[in-house]
């Protein structure tokens, strides 16, 4: 079955540095999402993306952040000089077409810590 | 803002017994409501409603939409110690992404 996977699952990093997490959505799906999920709250929305652009972003997708599809099937999410208070499962997700209301898929989360 | 709340947070039953989640909005444009189950990681994807009255079902699970009372209940009978999750609750509003809710952490004692 087509599954989104993400790399790593787990990542440390200092305060200050830069990390990039990485997410190869399910083959045919058009839109790309990530998500955030500080421990013990709710999943948050960071930023969509289609046709090579983002389509929407929230209050916290702000300069620290980027997104970029570097090739046809990679799909990554760079956090810039990190803080502490980044640390937070992070989910992508993909689907077929929003458009039409579908659901979304979801990788099995990259947990980053940021010491 | 569009909004989704939960209840309860959190649930404790024990196995055999039937459990009743739910779900409430605000939106402003409404175009489904999901439901997900969220074990160790990564929300899996349990219902999408879009229409009042229609029971979804899946095995144990079911769940239902009542777009008059902004509302929809997850239901799970005959409980197992695998059903403990968190489920959540999301909403489609024709925006790019889904608002979700806080969820509900359910634990199923042997």
């Keep these: 079955e087509p599954e989104v996977t993400q790399t790593p699952s787990h990542q440390v990093t200092q305060m200050g540095q830069e990390v990039i997490l990485r997410c190869v959505p399910i083959s045919n799906h058009l839109y790309f999402y990530?998500?955030?999920?500080?421990?013990?709250?709710?999943v948050e929305f960071l930023v969509s993306f289609y046709n090579n652009e983002i389509s929407e972003k929230s209050e916290i997708f702000d300069d620290q952040f980027s997104v970029e599809r570097p090739d046809g099937s990679n799909f990554t999410l760079k956090i810039r000089s990190t803080k502490l208070e980044d640390s937070a499962m992070y989910f992508c997700a993909s689907s077929v077409d929003l458009t039409r209301g579908v659901e979304a898929f979801f990788g099995q989360g990259t947990r980053l810590t940021v010491v | 803002e569009d909004k989704v709340v939960q209840s309860p947070l959190s649930l404790v039953v024990h196995e055999g017994d039937t459990v009743t989640l739910n779900?409430?909005?605000?939106?402003?444009?409404?175009?489904?409501?999901?439901?997900?189950?969220?074990?160790?990681?990564?929300?899996?994807?349990?219902?999408?409603?879009?229409?009042?009255?229609?029971?979804?079902?899946?095995?144990?699970?079911?769940?239902?939409?009542?777009?008059?009372?902004?509302?929809?209940?997850?239901?799970?009978?005959?409980?197992?110690?695998?059903?403990?999750?968190?489920?959540?609750?999301?909403?489609?509003?024709?925006?790019?992404?889904?608002?979700?809710?806080?969820?509900?952490?359910l634990s199923v004692l042997p």
Excluded: H
């Excluded at chain 1, 990530?34 to 709710?42: S, V």
């Excluded at chain 2, 899996?44 to 229409?51: A, D």
């Design chain 2, 23 to 105: 779900c409430s909005y605000e939106v402003t444009n409404f175009r489904s409501l999901l439901w997900y189950k969220q074990e160790k990681k990564a929300p899996t994807f349990l219902f999408m409603l879009t229409s009042s009255g229609i029971e979804k079902k899946s095995g144990r699970l079911s769940s239902i939409l009542d777009k008059k009372e902004l509302s929809s209940i997850l239901n799970i009978t005959a409980t197992q110690t695998g059903d403990s999750a968190i489920y959540l609750c999301a909403l489609d509003n024709y925006g790019q992404n889904f608002v979700f809710g806080p969820g509900t952490r």
């Design chain 1, 34 to 42: 990530w998500y955030r999920q500080i421990l013990g709250q709710k």
